[in-house]
């Protein structure tokens, strides 16, 4: 088990980029792999989760070349390439693979097994097995399918309208995969806007989708066409080297060639209303998505409200929101958050139980966090809970606590953001 510890630092200066996105990478791996042609895909997030998603299209007789941790080759055969896969389908510790894939899967006219890590275990999977059920879908499982193993015999879908209850871009992105496979029109429709990655992404590959408010509508029977992806760094990485920016004294840190998409940027939205010192600079687009420079120099920090809408476009930065939210003055209420009691942990009690350890004052509810800043953190021991943003955001807590930080289990880092212990020294 990794353990990395962090110190109280001064004056962090430079100018970084971080690893790639994390959702795009997934999906430039997985659109590849039903595509037609030869798909190159530059500045792969190589994170663990993203390497699930490669081991499991190989696993279908698709080819993955690796020329560098950071640049692939994937040689689609479009649907049809897609073949039996002999043993189970493992997708590690990651949501998006299992989600997006069983969208795929549904479809094959093949049976397929899909295993997971403990995490993988206790997160809901019904949320997308009961729509694919609509859709005439024969997942099983534990717990009536929602639960992994789950057992996929792919086979003839239909399309349906589904109004899903969350703003999920796992859910949506699956139903689009099927619907692609499908019969007839599949619309999604979501109570606020989740991340549109696959949208941009799958019109770059050649179909076409109609979008109306939250819904997205596609048309069952189209193809792919293999495409040329540079994936921007992931501004879910880049939140916590912005978080170090803004906490450590004396910092300035230029964060280069991050993706902006609307859809994501919560996080800047948040902490400009927090009174960051915070610039963006946009650069221009890579394959529809907006990609830009971030600059941030050491603040004095408010408090704020987090909900609504909000929520979507920054839900995995809630960890490392809550970690600066503890330096803020005033009481940060974080609401309409209960997503995140099923990502890799249980966000906001872990969020809280670590947080304390350090000597902030949070409080947790039941949607949310209250958080009461600002607190000298002491410092001390954490435990990642092998949740890779847990584990990174106690990291960072660590480089303004009298004690530093030591956290246990951080190998979950590797997760989505290979290389970060080193980013840090780097500064
Ligand atoms: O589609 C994606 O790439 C993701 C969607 C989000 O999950 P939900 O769809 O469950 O909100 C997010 O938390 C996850 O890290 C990545
Ligand atoms: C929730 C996350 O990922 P996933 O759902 O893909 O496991 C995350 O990266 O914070």
Known sequence: MAVIQTEKRKGLTGS???????????????????????????????????????????????????????????????????????????????????????????????????????????????????????????????????????????????????????????????LLLAGLQAAGTTTIAEPSLSRDHTERMLRAFGVELQREGYAVSVQGGQSLVAQEVRVPGDISSAAFIMAAALLVPDSKVTIRDVGLNPTRTGIIDALQAMGARLEVEEKGEWCGEPVGDITVRSSELQSTEIGGDLIPRLIDEIPILAVIASQAEGTTVIKDAAELKVKETNRIAVTAQELRKLGARVEETDDGLIIHGPSPLTGGECDSHGDHRIGMAMAIAGLIADRGCKVHRAEAIDVSFPGFEALLQQL
């Open 16 to 174: 970084v980029r971080v690893p790639g996105d994390k959702s795009i990478s997934h999906r430039a791996v997985m659109f590849g792999a039903i595509a037609k042609g030869t798909t190159r895909v530059e500045g792969f997030l190589p994170g663990a989760d993203c390497l699930s998603t490669i081991e499991c299209f190989r696993r279908m007789g698709v080819t993955i070349h690796t020329h560098s941790p950071t640049s692939l080759q994937v040689e689609g055969q479009g649907w049809d390439g897609l073949r039996e896969p002999g043993s189970f389908l493992d997708v590690g510790n990651s949501g998006t693979t299992i989600r997006l894939m069983l969208g795929i899967l549904t479809g094959r006219p093949f049976w397929s097994t899909v295993i997971g890590d403990e995490s993988i275990a206790r997160r809901p999977m019904d949320r997308v097995v009961k729509p694919l059920r609509q859709m005439g879908a024969r997942v099983d499982g534990r717990r009536d399918g929602k639960f992994t193993p789950l057992g996929v015999r792919g086979g003839n879908l239909q399309g349906i309208r589904f109004e899903s209850p969350v703003a999920s871009a796992q859910v949506k992105s699956c």
